[in-house]
């Protein structure tokens, strides 16, 4: 029996198994198996052998013989799908995914460009239909060499400007600023600042728009009160106990990426500062409303970051061949008690002095 013959040789069943044991014709068992209409009763007899012999559908293999070449799938690459935020736009991005009946393959970066790589190369050679990427901003030229062989690609959190690949982020720059102006009106000149990585566009933007700001208001920006290029709760509370312990102190604090933010108010509540120094984060996370006080963010919404880079990604695959677009989606401030805490008066307490 064919079933028989597959398990003995190791090999998995095959149509020409499947049709074997239905007693039908190879052409029927495809027709079948890829959704053409075919007489019910031989559509039963197929589908009952290949529940017998446990034969599972190639997708791929039979994209190659559609004329469209079409897999149904499409790559996603995160910077840490483990991050509150990843993990949001990784979930919107699968739902509309789905709702088409297209498969969502997902990788994380880590920020890694040998691993954003080896991701970008592997999903290319998977032939999926499609990518969205979290760039880290080192691969450009990878990105590039794929989008100029056919394939849709759609930059998400971060902006590539490269020729053909549309791009959907928030604005970094004005939410940063929008924070720094909320601190200048409660009497905050003196402000603090910790940042991620400098080779990401999100960390640049958000440096940008605290330096243009702070310039704008005349507040000091001293070197003491701000670290760049950091990566990780870790190096937040690191970042955040220096700047807090030095000799002249901060009476505010902003931080520019979630992780960073939580490591910082680490550093806050362990010298007992959190009810003192101002402190506004960039994107919200779980829990936070419940600190006490509880943290004042700066928010973005990685869901609509995620439907939106699947809709433009979408248009691609149905036929757009215009030229490259650059959605911005606004931030939202969210003032929760951190951010609200007022500069204390001069000579009071441990802050600036």
């Known amino acids: 029996m064919a079933a028989q013959r597959g398990r003995a040789t190791g090999r998995p069943p095959t149509m020409k198994d499947v ?12 027709r079948v198996i890829n959704g053409t209409p075919v007489d019910p009763v031989l559509t039963a007899q197929v589908t009952e052998a290949a529940k017998q012999l446990g034969y599972r ?16 799938t499409v790559g996603l690459i995160l910077e840490d799908v483990a991050n509150p935020f990843s993990s949001l736009l990784h979930r919107a991005v699968e739902d509309v995914t789905s709702e088409l009946g297209l498969l969502l393959l997902a ?56 020729d053909g690949v549309d791009t959907v982020t928030v604005d970094n720059a004005g939410g940063v600023g929008d924070a720094v102006r909320r601190l200048h009106a409660l009497g905050h000149r003196e402000i603090a600042f910790l940042g991620d990585q400098v080779s990401l566009w999100t960390a640049q933007r ?45 009476t505010a604090l902003v931080t520019s990426q979630n992780l960073l933010t939580i490591g910082a108010r680490y550093a806050l509540q362990d010298l007992g500062l959190q009810h003192t120094v101002a402190h506004v984060g960039f994107d919200d996370f779980e829990l936070a409303n419940l600190l006490s006080p509880p943290l004042s963010v700066i928010a973005q919404d990685p869901k609509a970051l995620g439907r939106r880079a ?32 007022t500069r204390p008066r001069p000579g009071r307490g441990d802050t600036a002095r």
């Not at 559908?57 to 149904?72: F, G, V």
């Not at 990518?131 to 080192?138: A, D, H, S, W």
């Not at 940008?208 to 760049?228: D, I, K």
């Open 19 to 30: 049709a074997a044991l239905a007693g039908v014709g190879l052409a029927t068992v495809s």
């Open 57 to 72: 559908h190639d997708p791929t293999a039979s994209s190659l013989r559609r004329s469209d070449r079409r897999t149904r």
């Open 107 to 162: 990788g994380s970066s880590d920020e890694d460009p040998e691993r954003e790589r080896s991701l970008l190369g592997a999903f290319h050679a998977r032939r999926v239909d499609g990518l969205i990427v979290v760039p880290t901003g080192q691969v450009n030229d990878e990105l590039q060499a794929v989008r100029r062989q056919g394939m849709p690609i759609v930059c998400v959190d971060r902006a590539a400007e490269l």
């Open 206 to 250: 958000r440096w940008e728009g605290f330096v243009a700001t702070m310039a704008a208001l005349a507040c000091p920006l001293r070197e003491g009160w701000v670290r760049r290029d950091l990566h990780g709760e870790a190096a937040g509370e690191r970042a955040a106990r220096e700047v807090l312990t030095g000799d002249t102190l901060p």
């Open 310 to 341: 699947s809709e433009l990604l979408l248009s691609r695959l149905d036929g757009y061949e215009g030229p490259e677009r650059h959605v911005v989606l606004p931030t939202r401030y969210v003032a929760r008690g951190s951010g609200e805490i």
